[in-house]
């Protein structure tokens, strides 16, 4: 894994970009405080990642059409954040990318590195669930935290990126980003996203908790998903018609992620997170099936508490908190 600094090739990137006319290499060269040489090996580099780059002499260069890559030139070059994802590994296939960040966090690394790979070969969701995670169309993204709260807040984070990551899609397509509790993000009744926060514990304090985002976003057509979930998966491209930039995205979950998070910090609890989340909150209202283990029930899903659980009142009146850790929630004549 390559430790990134911010590369001249994302510097470049960001510039060309941000330029409507022509950047000369010699502008380049005296904003990065590098060689011709490494401008020209840099602009190469990025014309084999698949960017199209115009050169005209006595011009300069141009950046014509960007591909849409995940890169970590693609995301760094776009990075407004303080924190979230300023450390950043991209692989291009990996087992799972909670796994990589967790070994980030032994390793030592910050709070707020990010790993995102373009394809996954063991993704996992909730409860030993797999996570479907195709090449070339999808974000894969673990932001790794080393918060210094007590463990048994971390739960509450999962919701934070739920809010997160459908703020997002909801800032960079048309589509109504719901979620159904605790972290599913749904998109017409189907789901676009799935959320995993997994934490490391030793003798009462958190080292490290992880949260692993998945989000279907270029998938061209249902039939890519395999049959078991086409029924309740689909993507952004598929309800929007749109294809959609996955590093515009992915930097737009990172910007939200860190806005929630520091938002969550300051009092521990989602107190001030939890008007925006019940505004997204597809259960709302609605007659609910819990999975739990101990034994299905139904109630109206009538929102959640300070600290994330789902409110449902059953028939009998009673006000049951119920806490995510183990337990699915449906709608009664569908996914949600
Ligand atoms: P659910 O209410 O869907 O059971 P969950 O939070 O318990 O939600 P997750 O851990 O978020 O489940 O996701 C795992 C489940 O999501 C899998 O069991 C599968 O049904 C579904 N799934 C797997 N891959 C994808 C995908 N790429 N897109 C949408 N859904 C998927």
Avoid at 257 to 283: C, G, I, Q
Avoid at 331 to 336: L, N, T
Wanted: charge should be negative; hydrophobic fraction near 40%.
């Amino acid at each position: 894994m390559v430790i990134s600094v911010k590369t001249d090739k994302s510097d470049i990137l960001a510039l060309l970009r941000s330029s409507e006319d022509y950047v000369s290499g010699q502008q380049l060269c005296k904003q990065f405080g590098v060689s011709r040489t490494a401008v020209w090996k840099a602009i190469n580099q990025l014309k084999e990642d698949g960017y199209e780059i115009e050169a005209v002499s006595h011009r300069g260069y141009r950046l014509l059409e960007s591909p849409d890559v995940l890169s970590q030139s693609e995301v760094l070059s776009r990075l407004t954040t303080k924190w979230a994802g300023r450390t950043l590994h991209y692989l291009e296939e990996t087992g799972s990318t909670n796994i990589d960040a967790k070994r980030c966090a032994e390793e030592g690394e910050p709070h707020g590195t990010t790993v995102i790979a373009e394809k996954q070969v063991a993704g996992r969701g909730r409860r030993g669930r797999n996570w479907e995670s195709p090449a070339g169309s999808a974000i894969y993204m673990t932001i790794m935290l080393k918060p210094d709260f007590v463990p048994d807040k971390a739960s509450m984070l999962t919701l934070v990126m739920a809010l997160s990551v459908a703020d997002a899609i909801a800032e960079k397509t048309n589509l109504p980003a719901g979620i159904k509790w605790p972290n599913d993000v749904v998109v017409h009744g189907k789901k676009v996203c799935g959320i995993l926060t997994e934490m490391n514990v030793e003798s009462d304090y958190i080292q490290y908790v992880v949260i692993g985002v998945g989000i279907n976003v270029n998938n061209a057509a249902p039939e890519e998903f395999p049959e078991e979930i086409r029924d309740k998966a689909t993507s952004l491209k598929i309800e929007s018609g749109m294809t959609i930039s996955r590093a515009e995205l992915l930097e737009r979950v990172l910007v939200h992620f860190e806005k929630n998070y520091d938002t969550f910090v300051r009092t521990l609890d989602l107190s001030l997170l939890m008007e925006a989340y019940e505004a997204r909150l597809l259960n709302l209202g609605r007659e609910v099936e819990v999975l739990d283990p101990r034994g299905a029930y139904t109630g109206v899903a009538r929102g959640i508490n300070g600290t994330g659980e789902l409110l449902v009142e059953t028939e009998n009146g009673e006000m049951i908190e119920v806490y995510a850790g183990e337990v699915s929630v449906r709608g009664i004549y569908g996914y949600v």
